[in-house]
């Protein structure tokens, strides 16, 4: 954001703080938040302090990992439980559980300043796993009986809505007397029914019968249900169909962004989760995991070079050329690798189709081998007027591109058909394919033909 | 999906056929006709033409691309004009646009059998670049008047959702007689009204101000703004504040999935847009491109080697332990590449705190360097039987993780301050720095210090 914006958001929170009525969102407040702690950080904390608490809550969502922790510990355990309490539940979660991250006592201290019941279902909603659907659901729904009149159900409506118990309605969801769900009717056709109609007459028209997911369906299965279904909100309910909350489009676009996350990620070997700590010593340890299987690949393709160092020492132009070998395969592999990769996730691969890929990406693969062959064989008998020196180093390029598209594409399909994320450790196992097939090929077919 | 599910689909496919009413989504329908097309090509076309026009258009859009050009193909101008004038704007938008890709002629004659006004409104939306927010808008808004009173505009609602002309509708645009966006009244907010209240008695509450974007927008803005606001839905106006129309969230997650395919695959190497074409030689071709500029960098490695032949002669332990000093920076360089490339591209990191993330970057891979130093040079110290040798490489380690964290920082900032993306070509960058500083540090510092 523009510096002149912020200002301009910083007049505005004054004016909010003073008791005007302002349209401001806690997003742009977080972000005012954000700049006063780089420009002026007693500032932030005075700010803070002031903060309503109806606001306060969503504020701190917004907040950068690191500035919402040191803004929760400026706060009292009291403080965070009003402003827990005015958030929706699936965001009342959320921030208990970014309070129980930083302090398991502060946690304990905030949840009993809670009303029971919130407490309750906060804690509810708190033990559910971060795979399933129910992580992500908000309790707070427009809820009709089937043998109740639109009126009432209207007039409840309002009640809900002044209390601030309900916001972002587009659905009545329609329960039996045992909360089983019914039926789901959007706002834009229940205004224009008779509101003295009972719901009964209204959800026997099929187009109502309700799309849910169950709380403990896979949170992967949901993104899917509403990028296939261009839903705006989805219902859950439990193993009985009972209805429990629902899930809305804004979790859903944070959830895809934060799967692309980790996926891009997990490929270039570093944790998404420890990538957003502050501390650098677990960031450095982390990364230096990934660095250590690097290394013992890395060793690995050396023992093949080590195979072959007479060779070398006769003929030197082999160490000069090695390199360019592996690294082809390296770079072929990777492009097979990401797009594999990717379409899996995405659901355009899956193991019907997965042999036509598998083709596909080794033809093309083969394909580039043979272009590379061509003008590397010839930059090397011009570079070294050596004519079998370019012959061998075609051939093991053409070996190698075919090895790097047959596993690029082999490895992502073997892991996901062994239930592990594709996008872990692929890159490393290819590495260690291209460049042992790269070396190996390569300074062999060296040793059987230049010195055979 | 499951055998046995589209089985079930398959089913509800025929009921509808029937002419039954049936809950199917079209997307089901083409999950169906995907998995027919495979076993039953016959049965494929057969269907096809069968569909009703009310859902031909959506089943088309959710097909795999080619499946789409194979089915564009077998139907007639006149079918898909018909089954376009039955989509929404910017679906309707997408369909030409993919019958443009595939014949300008069929859209030409498509175009011609559509309303001329439905026609004209198409051709508005296709002027939009696939940057612009107006790419991605729907016409298709629930408009009402300053001066009309709700009961008059529900009226308007009912004839629109009859004609089949409305649907998702969450909101009322209330706009001046000049069509300027004056207002956004949700529908849970309209529905608590009294309907003989005229819209200009509601609108003058400033929880009603419009949250809007221009059509002229950068997309990317307008995705932040769904993320930062937790909308389901934004209205777009033109440079006077006209309502145009809307953007909703299904189509921003389908956004924010491709946006995030666009940065994995650049990161690779790879063309998003052709790594979705059937042509296998147009892929090739592309990637062979990215491979032929990873060949010149290989070969600027390769030279760096050169300089040190007499070195590696004397030395061959040299050759089989430098592709790991090469190696190892690559990999720790891409670490940090990759986090700096999507922290840009999520707005978390931009040029105010660039130089924290630089030096951060820099620190961690600094700390990795020493780590694997230490590793590394025992390990060839004890492998070849030679301290000096496990100083080099320990020395090289250093230096090359150093140069890795610096630079895999440093490019992805410099290219989005000159305005260019920060995935493309970052990584070929990186390797030729890692690469030449790896090769010309391990033996650099051989020749000086083993051989001196």
């Given at each position: 954001m523009e510096r002149s914006e912020l200002i301009e958001i910083g007049k505005k929170v004054d004016a909010l703080l003073a008791g005007e009525e302002v349209k401001l969102h806690p997003s742009d407040v977080a972000s005012y938040l954000k700049y006063l702690h780089h420009e002026d950080a007693e500032g932030f904390y005075r700010y803070l302090k002031r903060l309503p608490k109806e606001i306060l809550g969503e504020v701190l969502l917004e907040l950068p990992e690191s500035l919402r922790d040191d803004a929760i510990e400026h706060l009292s355990a009291k403080e965070l439980a009003e402003a827990i309490e005015e958030l929706d539940s699936d965001d009342a979660t959320d921030l208990v559980k970014e309070i129980e991250d930083l302090d398991e006592g502060l946690e304990r201290r905030v949840l009993d300043s809670i009303s029971s019941e919130y407490k309750e279902e906060i804690e509810e909603l708190i033990a559910?796993?971060?795979?399933?659907a129910g992580a992500y659901m908000q309790t707070e729904v427009f809820k009709a009986y089937e043998d109740e009149r639109i009126a009432d159900a209207i007039e409840r409506l309002r009640r809900l809505k002044a209390e601030g118990?309900?916001?972002?309605?587009h659905q009545v969801y329609v329960v039996d007397r045992e909360d089983r769900l019914k039926a789901i009717i959007p706002l834009e056709d229940l205004i224009?029914?008779?509101?003295?109609?009972?719901f009964a007459t209204i959800?026997?028209?099929?187009?109502?019968?309700p799309i849910a997911v169950k709380a403990s369906d896979p949170i992967g299965e949901v993104i899917k249900k509403f990028e296939d279904y261009d839903l705006a909100v989805v219902a859950v309910v439990d193993e009985e169909g009972r209805l429990l909350g629902r899930i809305t489009s804004d979790d859903i676009i944070d959830l895809v962004e934060e799967q692309a996350t980790e996926q891009i990620y997990n490929l270039a070997g570093v944790d998404e989760e420890i990538e957003e700590e502050e501390d650098l010593t677990e960031v450095t340890k982390k990364r230096a995991w990934w660095l250590l299987i690097n290394l013992g690949t890395a060793i690995l393709a050396s023992l093949v070079i080590g195979l072959f160092d007479e060779t070398i020492q006769k003929y030197v132009a082999l160490a000069v050329l090695m390199p360019i070998v592996a690294s082809m395969g390296g770079n072929a592999g990777t492009q097979t690798l990401t797009v594999v990769v990717r379409k899996l996730a995405l659901g355009e691969i899956d193991w019907q189709n997965a042999k036509r890929a598998l083709f596909k990406e080794t033809l093309i693969a083969l394909l580039n081998g043979i272009i590379f062959a061509l003008i590397m064989g010839i930059i090397a008998w011009v570079w070294f007027q050596d004519q079998m020196l370019g012959v061998v180093i075609a051939l093991a390029m053409v070996i190698n591109l075919l090895a790097a598209g047959f596993f690029g594409a082999l490895i992502p399909l073997i892991l996901k058909k062994i239930?592990?994320?594709?996008?872990?450790g692929s890159s490393v196992l290819l590495t260690t394919v291209t460049d042992v097939v790269g070396f190996f090929a390569f300074l062999g077919l060296a040793r059987w033909m230049l010195l055979g």
């Open positions: 559910y796993d971060e795979d399933q118990e309900l916001s972002n309605i224009l029914y008779d509101f003295q109609t009972p959800i026997s028209n099929r187009r109502y019968e239930g592990s994320d594709p996008a872990v």
